[in-house]
């Protein structure tokens, strides 16, 4: 019902049954297809922080941070200059993107040190970034630019299969990553393939984020402020965090591209620039406290 204009509950029960209406379009070709997409987008990218959290043992640890998303969007639009051919180039290229982000992000001492990991994260994502911009003629990044505005219902059918395809395979892993909060010594002296586990929850969170990316673009910090809000109000098992994450980011997610809609009629505020709105000051009141909420600690 939100939106340029408003559509009260009656009008809305009205125009379903009036498709060549003007108002059936707005709603169900602009507006529907959007808030699916912002529910599948969010809850992917708060489940892909949680995967990454897990992994390296770090509250902050999230794709849009360290490079992963960034890498993706470039490889993107390396693709839409060079490869304008290939059949659903934006997904296979910010896939290579991401995988060519995360064997740099895991190699050498980084994976090893919380504060190495962070910044090597940060530095990557700086020159994607830059490196972007440097293709696009030094246009605005694209991390602010992210927005469900353009999504057609292709899209959204396209976020439905590559979304639902990889959440569905995070809850039935979820068992795995509790296995991580243990040290890697204990888990070999009891036989579980701690690399195995490891890679296979890092490659699923990368899909995740980069299937978001391939579409929407860039939005941050979804996987930290979720994942460490799911901690304090259902605790550390990730059987229960997963769930929670998946449906808490798509609420988050939704609200955000929401607001973002109304609060200046006519003009609107991108998803990602919301988020970044949001999740700042979340990631500093994190930090500066020292620990992150309930214990997970962040040094």
Same mark, same amino acid.
């Given at each position: 019902m939100a939106g340029t204009t408003w559509i009260g509950p009656g009008r809305l029960w009205?125009?379903?049954?009036?498709?060549?209406?003007?108002?059936?379009?707005?709603?169900?070709?602009?507006?529907?297809?959007?808030?699916?997409?912002?529910?599948?987008? #969010? #809850?992917?990218?708060?489940?892909?922080?949680?995967? @990454?959290?897990?992994?390296?043992? !770090?509250?902050?640890?999230?794709?849009?941070?360290?490079?992963?998303s960034s890498a993706a969007d470039f490889f993107k639009l390396g693709g839409a200059l060079l490869l304008p051919w290939l059949p659903g180039r934006n997904w296979v290229l910010a896939l290579i993107g991401g995988l060519v982000a995360l064997t740099i992000l895991t190699s050498g001492k980084a994976l090893r040190d919380p504060y190495r990991l962070i910044i090597v994260g940060v530095a990557l994502d700086a020159t994607f970034v830059g490196l972007a911009r440097l293709v696009s003629s030094g246009q605005a990044a694209q991390?602010?630019?992210?927005? @469900? !505005?353009? &999504?057609?219902?292709?899209?959204?059918?396209? +976020?439905?299969?590559?979304?639902?395809? #990889?959440? &569905?395979?995070?809850? +039935?892993?979820?068992?795995?990553?509790?296995?991580l909060k243990l040290a890697d010594t204990a888990l070999q002296t009891i036989g579980v393939p701690v690399r195995v586990i490891r890679w296979s929850l890092l490659l699923l969170g990368m899909y995740l984020a980069v299937s978001v990316t391939a579409i929407v673009g860039t939005i941050p910090f979804v996987g930290i402020v979720i994942p460490n809000l799911a901690r304090r109000f259902v605790g550390h098992d990730y059987q229960t965090l997963i769930p929670f994450s998946m449906l808490a980011g798509a609420w988050l997610m939704l609200a955000a591209d929401t607001l973002g809609r109304t609060i200046i009629v006519p003009s609107e505020i991108s998803a990602a620039t919301m988020m970044a709105v949001i999740g700042g000051p979340f990631v500093i009141i994190l930090l500066q406290r020292g620990r992150g909420f309930h214990g997970i600690t962040t040094r």
């Open positions: 009205t125009i379903a049954s009036q498709p060549a209406s003007r108002d059936f379009v707005t709603v169900f070709n602009l507006r529907l297809p959007r808030i699916v997409s912002s529910l599948i987008c #969010g #809850g992917s990218l708060a489940v892909a922080g949680a995967l @990454f959290q897990a992994v390296f043992r !770090n509250p902050i640890a999230d794709p849009s941070i360290l490079g992963i991390v602010m630019q992210s927005t @469900f !505005n353009a &999504v057609t219902w292709r899209d959204t059918v396209a +976020l439905l299969i590559l979304g639902l395809l #990889g959440l &569905v395979v995070a809850l +039935l892993l979820a068992p795995w990553a509790n296995y």
